[in-house]
């Protein structure tokens, strides 16, 4: 071993006591160049990761029809979108889905949440995998039998309202709602759970002790303890309602179209300079929900 | 339990589970109903008992290469969920360590960066290499620029691995991370002075202590995989079919509702069983 590469292998990272750190042996070959390749690896995943982004980013204001040959800034793309009915409408109707979907999944998850984390009944193990269950079904699959099931429903239903043609019901927002809130209860539940298991249950006990009934408990307790667990899940419900292309895809109808369902069909047609900047739009949006979740995340520890 | 105290149970978990009995066993069962009926070209089906869809998928055709051509469909996504599985936690396993060795600061932005794709839809993440693969992309109009021929890239396997790959391995670092991060780094040492090379550090204590990650990561990557119907749709153009498509094509414009439920039913049955097989090998592992 050359002083050279022990004072590397010192420089590179300073002793520390922190057990999360591997601790540090006077740098071997081996561990040398485990080390670069592991920054290697590092710069490639994330080139990897951001460069398709960037490059869709940047030909967002490009200053031409012919989507891939950079002829200039422009922002005549995001002007066009605000003035482009079908996606105005669009978003507006994914807007509608995804605060309904989230409002009802966070009420129904959470009341689920509890009554799985405080109450002991039959069958409880096995509505706890079924719980799971549209977490880890295939989305072609859920998304299919969602529309095998409401063509089936909406039939008997306008048979046996013997609905006129034109004013029979057909699949739309509602269904997708309906189906939204379906895989939504979920995620909120499995959410909302973990911070139920984390608080001190002795102050649930304690309130009742004090003369306080199950309703004043969890109104003044419960709540404000799990009130960040219920947003988190909140936002992982909107984020997955607003993003849902495959299952919206299978249980929309006429008058249903959502940003996901209309982006895709222009993507399946070619690529064009206005997909760039919705999708540049959709990305800042992420980003937006990242932060609020991490913001939420970090009030939870 | 007391009376009150099962009104109280009843109120929450009732509405929730009216709407998981409604909306997602019932639909489930539906499709296992269906499976077993006769086609209605219409759409729907026709209430008669038929094992019609069945035959029709494990059918033999002389032509194709394994049985037959939805056969080979099912193969194909199959071997490219593991093909993606494997790529992803090649490449996501050193950067989530490298991450975890990072000082809090470093740490933090760099899951940040690998939580924005994670969030990012997913229909944006496979335009972006629509728009860079595309006949009339970013590559082929370079390519043109210099007076080179353009070279055929979208609607191959290759683009839709690619748009697999990079679709999940968010999904495969993010929990990886998480396993990593809790490792205790004291372990290491008694290794060392026990006498155990890096690589035997690593195959005995690392891999076996981190391996709660790697197994979330893999399922979160493999089962969205096999039934992927962006990627195939948007990057392989229709040529190139996985499962997703052969579902959404029979209820959709080939309208034949038994013999696509039946693949769902076959489909589904198939992933519990990887699941199972997946998890029981790993309890043997963690056994010995």
Not at chain 1, 33 to 53: C, D, E, H, Q, T
């Amino acid at each position: 071993m050359t002083v050279q590469q022990a004072q590397e292998g010192s420089l590179s990272r300073p002793a520390v006591t922190d057990t999360h750190y591997p601790p540090q042996r006077a740098g071997s070959l081996l561990l040398t160049w485990g080390k670069r390749l592991l920054w290697v690896n590092m710069v490639f995943s994330f080139v990897f990761l951001y460069a398709p982004i960037l490059v869709l980013v940047i030909f967002s204001f490009n200053n031409s029809r012919f989507a891939a040959k950079w002829e200039g800034f422009t922002f005549q793309w995001y002007g066009q979108l605000l003035t482009n009915e079908a996606i105005i409408s669009a978003f507006w109707n994914s807007i509608i889905v995804a605060v309904s979907a989230t409002l009802i999944s966070t009420v129904l998850g959470t009341m689920t949440a509890i009554a799985m984390e405080r109450f002991r009944f039959p069958f409880r193990k096995t509505y706890d995998g079924i719980l799971y269950l549209p977490v880890i079904v295939p989305d072609i699959v859920m998304g299919i039998s969602l529309l095998a099931f409401f063509a089936l429903a909406l039939d008997w239903i306008n048979t046996a309202l013997a609905l006129p043609v034109d004013s029979a019901l057909r699949p739309g927002l509602t269904t997708v709602i309906i189906a939204h809130v379906a895989f939504n209860i979920s995620f909120v539940a499995i959410v909302v759970r973990t911070s139920l298991r984390d608080f001190n249950k002795a102050l649930e006990e304690a309130a009742q002790d004090l003369g306080a009934n199950e309703w004043i408990t969890f109104r003044r307790i419960t709540l404000p303890l799990i009130m960040p667990g219920i947003l988190g899940g909140a936002l992982l419900a909107f984020t997955l309602s607003l993003d849902d292309f495959v299952i919206t895809f299978f249980t929309t109808g006429p008058g249903g179209t959502t940003l996901p369902i209309d982006v895709f069909s222009r993507i399946r047609r070619s690529i064009s300079p206005e997909i760039n900047a919705i999708s540049t739009l959709m990305l800042l949006m992420s980003i937006v929900l990242v932060m609020a979740s991490q913001s939420l995340q970090r009030r939870r520890d | 339990m007391g009376k009150r105290r099962s009104v109280y149970l009843s109120f929450l978990l009732g509405p929730g589970a009216f709407w998981l009995l409604m909306f997602f066993v019932i639909p489930s069962l539906l499709v296992v109903v269906y499976s077993f009926m006769e086609r209605s070209s219409s759409g729907g089906v026709i209430w008669n008992f038929s094992l019609e869809a069945y035959t029709k998928l494990f059918a033999f055709d002389p032509d194709s290469l394994f049985v037959n051509d939805f056969v080979v469909i099912f193969l194909r996504s199959f071997w490219w969920a593991i093909l993606t599985t494997v790529a992803c936690l090649l490449i996501g396993y050193p950067l989530a360590f490298y991450i975890a060795q990072q000082k809090p600061f470093t740490r933090t932005v760099m899951l940040f960066m690998v939580m924005i794709p994670f969030w990012t839809n997913f229909l944006v993440r496979t335009y972006a290499w629509k728009f860079i693969l595309n006949n009339n992309g970013l590559i082929n109009t370079f390519l043109s620029e210099l007076s080179l021929p353009r070279v055929p890239l979208i609607n191959t396997p290759t683009a839709v691995l690619i748009g697999l790959v990079y679709g999940s391995l968010p999904f495969m670092v993010l929990p990886l991370y998480a396993s990593i991060e809790k490792f205790d780094y004291t372990l290491v040492e008694a290794g060392q002075d026990l006498g155990a090379n890096y690589f035997r550090i690593f195959t005995r204590v690392f891999l076996p202590l981190t391996m709660p990650g790697v197994a979330a990561g893999c399922i979160l990557v493999f089962i969205p995989a096999v039934g992927q119907y962006v990627v195939p749709t948007i990057l392989g153009g229709g040529k190139v079919s996985m499962l997703g498509n052969l579902l959404a094509q029979q209820f959709g414009a080939a309208l034949n509702w038994p013999f696509g439920s039946a693949i769902a039913v076959i489909f589904m049955i198939l992933l519990m069983a990887g699941v199972l097989i997946y998890f029981t090998v790993e309890r043997e592992e963690e056994a010995v």
